[in-house]
């Protein structure tokens, strides 16, 4: 799909003259990535993709045991260990648990992530006989709802619309698109663009208030739905910027 724009240790940053940050600038390199839920298709994918750039990677699951199963089958130094766990020892962590249990997850994390940037890709999804489609969140989104909960994090909510069957087919094409990115804190939203950077040819975008999550959150029914139809992958890229 593509988009017309005119419709702890965590990264060091270097600042421009102009007070405009590069992401190509912010130093991610020694930032431990941890990722919640990092045994199921996205979470794994991306933790795989992220291991493969060389970042530090911390695979999280509700048991140790299956975390550092799939951490040995990455390879590449990953690590695993409980959800946690995993919070307490990263520096940046990505919440990519199923959305019944997003809620009570982080409820349970919210000393363990206090400071540290969160990174939602959760999507609120229901699935009928239809496909895919949104199901209504009290909060406005997944992300909002994980701001909420965690007051004394930053929460940031990218990687929605990447496919975990991409991310997973590490033999495949180089991964290209763009990884709509939005937050309410300018330091957060680009070192999560950074981070997005390290995705073969991807490229992180701001796309707004972390209060703009809901419809980006949704997206991804249609991107399902076009999946579906035309038997792809689809993503988002945006043009003119």
């Known amino acids: 799909m593509r988009l017309n724009a005119n419709s702890g240790n965590i990264g060091h940053m270097t600042q421009s ?20 839920g990092g045994t199921g298709e996205q979470g794994r994918g991306l933790a795989t993709r992220f291991a493969l750039a060389g970042l530090s990677v911390i695979i999280g699951s509700r048991t140790a ?17 409980t959800n946690a766990h995993a919070a307490q020892a990263s520096d940046l962590v990505i919440v990519a648990v199923p959305w019944d249990g997003h809620k009570e997850l982080l409820e349970s994390l919210v000393i363990s992530l206090s400071g540290k940037i969160v990174v939602d890709c959760v999507n609120p999804l ?18 909002q709802q994980a701001q909420i ?11 929605h619309h990447i496919s975990a069957k991409l991310l997973l087919d ?38 707004g208030r972390l209060r703009n999550a809901g419809q980006i959150e949704a997206l991804t029914a249609n991107l399902i739905s ?16």
């Open 149 to 159: 909960i965690l007051t004394d994090s930053r929460v940031v909510a990218a990687f």
């Open 65 to 81: 045991e299956r975390a550092d199963e799939v951490a040995s089958e990455i390879g590449h130094s990953v690590k695993g260990m």
């Open 126 to 143: 229901g699935f009928d006989k239809q496909g895919a489609f949104r199901l209504d969140v009290a909060e406005g989104s997944a992300a």
């Open 17 to 36: 003259p102009a007070s405009d940050i590069n992401e190509n600038e912010i130093d991610i390199s020694s930032t431990t990535i941890g990722v919640l």
């Open 226 to 241: 076009m999946n579906r139809r035309y038997k792809g992958h689809a993503g988002v890229q945006i043009t003119d910027i």
């Open 170 to 207: 590490t033999d495949g094409a180089q991964l290209s698109g763009d990884v709509l990115v939005l937050g309410d804190d300018r330091e957060a939203t680009d070192l999560v663009s950074a981070l997005a950077g390290t995705l073969g040819g991807m490229r992180g975008v701001y796309a």
